[in-house]
């Protein structure tokens, strides 16, 4: 991009190209997100062909809103069940009368996996602490299915701890 000039990849995807040092190199091809890379890896992996890993539009997308939403095995009512049975209410905060709403956010892989858990609205570090335990060991969810496809979906859950 900006160097005016175009590559046409052979049977294989390789492909050369000629760009000065003063610009960003995109690399483009249908069906597949660009990449974007520095001229710097290029200029010191000087032994050989440098191989550049495309991924599918939309495969690394996170969606936030999607037309069936993830779902934990069972509903809603089986993960409270859940929720209730492996959440334990730290010692420490009970003696002290701490009590509170942790919300947690995670993203739902298109294979039903967690993963990235963060608190997002604290209630004490140890009661954040415990959230993030429990939901570590939620079993995988159906996921969430865009244009009848799975995919990645942004989720949070409010953990309340109330005593």
């Known amino acids: ?14 492909f050369t ?43 690394g997308r996170i969606y936030s809103t999607v037309e069936q939403m993830p779902e934990y095995p069972g509903g809603m009512s089986a993960f409270v069940q859940w929720l209730t049975k492996n959440l334990r209410y730290p010692i420490t905060a009970q003696r002290r009368k701490v009590q509170g709403t942790v919300l947690v956010a995670f993203i739902i892989n298109k294979d039903g996996s967690i993963t990235d858990l963060k608190v997002i609205k604290s209630a004490s570090a140890e009661l954040d602490r415990e959230a993030l335990r429990v939901l570590r060991m939620m079993p995988k969810w159906k996921p969430g299915e865009d244009h009848g496809k799975p995919c990645r979906t942004y989720f949070s859950i409010p953990v309340v701890f109330k005593l």
């Open 17 to 59: 190209i000629d760009a000065d040092y003063s610009h960003l190199i995109v690399i483009r091809a249908n069906g597949m997100e660009n990449r974007y890379l520095e001229i710097q890896p290029f200029l010191t992996h000087t032994d050989g062909p440098y191989t550049i890993m495309m991924r599918p539009k939309g495969s």
């Open 1 to 14: 991009q900006g160097t005016g000039r175009k590559a046409t990849s052979n049977q294989m995807g390789e």
